[in-house]
């Protein structure tokens, strides 16, 4: 079929287009980030598909983005040689929303009324919208013809067999007929900054196409023709004075030629500039990169707007070599604990090569907050990603990058330590406001944010539970608002007498706070870890002990303070006592002064009723034994 098919969006997708226009007006740039994201990701599928069909590549092994504004027509063209779309992927990708992700992000974007947060979400292909009033697809794919699709965001779509027939080879070239208020777009410098602060991380060239003026130094022939006449008549003049002086004139005086007359002129040249740095960050050497360009990846990777907490940029070696980047965020995500659902926050590469971030086991599920990249030279690389999954060597990327992540929160909590120690002693100011405590309180932050994965972790990690419960924290009875303690810190500062850490659970501070368990503590100065999250109890389950201290909890019955327990136990003997009270005297009646001298109660048998014992001043029964055998 020749002439276009008119389809329908589904209604879905008509939402999100009126969302999408009607907030992200003032963050319409992010157009371009979407679609250099989509080319890339393209990219990338032909690239894995490559690895083990030769024949898909036949179209062509060059990976990369061009991007080409024309001031004339007001277009911008985006074009990939990547995977391109069949017929049924362009009406299933730019048609409908496939993805329940996309779905329940807008689900929740129509649930809440603060739009101004969804430029951080990846609204994707449809921000087109925000710059162009009408779409032009041209996308060739292995497995059908070329095709064109095209929109005006119209409620309406159309797709055509291209009657230019195959030009791209392979790949997708997006057209956006600009808007007037987003003639800015052709602008290449614009456009360079854009792909600068979104797209510098993208690990394919991105060529674009630019025009510049240039001054040039051209021969002035109009000038040029003026200075030589002047030259001539200068000469001249010289020769006529000559000719009246006679010899006496100086050759020297004889005017020389001046320098050739240029000027200036405008020059404007058309070329494709590559404009990123296409070599990976991770394959860089960390003395060569900055803070600031870490952070830039880190945003880059996760569309966050905040930086990280902390990084950590590290090779392993032996067993199993890989370079790996690790970010833990500013802030959770909202879905954590959804483990269903995958996060899709490691991405792995193999030898430069994208290989997927949806690697279940490329972490532990209670690290699943860590961003980052991971690239190994190690992995088979025409494997099936489900192979990937059982490798043996992916068991010990995971147990070397879990190690890493620790260590990496270990150090930050030893930093915070340092901080505080300076701070007690007077050397440093206590933080104010919120970016100072941020600042010197990162382990504590990082505590609120995912302190329940940590202590998921000791629940689950039985190997690294030791050094995740370092990592534990917790306010307590006696720190200030908002410090937390450290079970170490706990230990250094119990009482000489005091045998274990105590605790107490409950679901709020202010529940724990009034409780009239820790009253009596208080009074004694002692100190209780207050623990309000609802995994806190069976995490402490798996805390048998810490530097040799069982942790008790006060609510519990059985507990009682080291005082409380003499008291208790002297009240329990004085009952007893009481209640043999008729037998001792039955006892000291019969027996009579001559063969006992005390009737007593006794601590002194458990399973035996009773004892013979000397008198306190008297001979003992072994020496009166020794006495009679003499006396014999
Ligand atoms: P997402 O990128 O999150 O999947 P988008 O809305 O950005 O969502 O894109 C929707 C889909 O359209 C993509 O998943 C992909 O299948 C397809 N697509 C978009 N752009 C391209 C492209 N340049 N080449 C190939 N396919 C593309
Ligand atoms: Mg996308």
New binding site residues.
């Given amino acids: 079929e020749k002439s276009g098919v008119k389809h329908e969006f589904q209604a879905e997708i008509n939402q999100l287009l009126a969302i999408i226009i009607n907030s992200l007006y003032t963050n319409k740039e992010i157009f371009l980030r ?1 679609l250099i994201s ?2 890339s ?2 990219l990338n599928k032909i690239r894995f598909i490559g690895l083990t069909e030769k024949e898909a590549l036949a179209s062509g092994e060059t990976y990369e983005i061009r991007i080409q504004p024309d001031k004339e027509r007001n277009t911008l063209t985006i074009r ?1 040689t ?4 069949t017929r049924n ?1 362009l009406l299933n ?2 048609g409908t929303i496939a ?1 329940s992700g996309t779905k329940a992000f807008l689900e929740k974007l129509q649930k809440s009324s603060d739009h101004s947060l969804i430029g951080q979400f ?1 609204v ?3 921000s087109a919208f925000l710059v162009a009033d009408q779409v032009v697809v041209v996308t060739k794919n292995n497995d059908d013809k070329q095709l064109i699709w095209t929109s005006a965001a119209d409620n309406t779509f159309t797709v055509t067999e291209d009657p230019r027939g195959d030009t791209l080879g392979r790949g ?1 070239e997006i057209i956006l007929h600009l808007k007037d208020d987003a003639k800015i777009y052709t602008d290449d410098l614009e456009l360079r900054n854009l792909i600068g602060k979104y797209s510098e991380f993208i690990q394919h060239p991105i060529h674009l196409y630019t025009t510049s003026v240039d001054n040039k130094e051209i021969p002035d022939e109009e000038g040029q023709a003026k200075q030589d006449e002047e030259y001539e008549a200068e000469l001249a003049k010289w020769e006529q004075s000559r000719i009246e002086k006679g010899e006496e004139v100086d050759e020297e005086e004889k005017p020389k030629p001046k320098a050739k007359k240029t000027k200036w002129e405008q020059q404007t040249t058309n070329e494709w500039k590559w404009i990123n740095q296409a070599r990976p960050i991770w394959t860089r050497s960390p003395s060569d990169i900055t803070e600031a360009d870490y952070h830039q990846f880190y945003r880059a990777i996760s569309r966050e707007f905040d930086n990280p907490l902390t990084y950590s940029h590290f090779s392993a070696e032996g067993g199993v070599d890989f370079k790996a980047l690790l970010y833990v965020p500013f802030k959770a995500p909202q879905n954590l604990f959804d483990f269903g659902k995958k996060l899709a926050n490691v991405k792995l590469y193999v030898k430069r090569v994208f290989i997927t971030d949806a690697m279940d086991d490329l972490l532990p599920r209670y690290l699943n907050f860590v961003r980052g990249v991971v690239d190994s030279d190690d992995l088979p690389l025409n494997v099936s990603r489900e192979i990937l999954q059982h490798s043996k060597l992916l068991r010990k990327i995971k147990k070397k990058l879990t190690a890493k992540i620790i260590a990496m929160l270990q150090d930050l909590a030893n930093k915070e330590k340092e901080i505080k120690r300076l701070e007690s002693e007077g050397e440093r100011k206590r933080p104010k406001g919120d970016k100072e405590w941020d600042e010197a309180r990162k382990y504590t932050k990082c505590w609120k944010e995912f302190g329940k994965n940590i202590r998921l972790g000791v629940i689950e990690d039985e190997d690294n539970r030791k050094k995740l419960i370092n990592l534990l924290r917790y306010p307590t009875t006696l720190t200030e608002t908002d410090e937390y303690a450290s079970l170490d810190e706990y230990v250094d500062r119990m009482k000489p007498d005091q045998e274990q850490i105590y605790f107490l659970a409950g679901e709020s501070m202010k529940e724990v706070l009034s409780s009239p368990f820790i009253e009596k503590l208080k009074q004694s100065e002692l100190e209780v870890l207050l623990m309000t999250d609802a995994i806190d109890e069976y995490t402490i389950q798996h805390v048998k002990e810490h530097r040799g201290k069982t942790l008790q909890n006060i609510a519990s019955e059985e507990f009682t303070l080291p005082g409380d327990k003499e008291e208790a136990e002297k009240n329990r003997w004085e009952a007893i006592v009481k209640n043999f009270e008729p037998l001792v005297k039955f006892l000291e009646k019969n027996l009579g002064s001559s063969k006992a001298s005390k009737v007593q109660v006794s601590k002194r048998v458990t399973n035996t009723p009773c004892v013979l014992v000397s008198p306190k001043y008297g001979i003992s029964a072994n020496m009166q034994k020794i006495q009679s055998s003499q006396a014999l």
Avoid: S, W
């Avoid at 990547?82 to 779309?85: D, E, R, S």
């Fill in positions: 979407e989509n080319a990701d393209a990939d990547g995977i391109g779309m992927d990708n730019l993805k990846g994707g292909f449809y997708t």
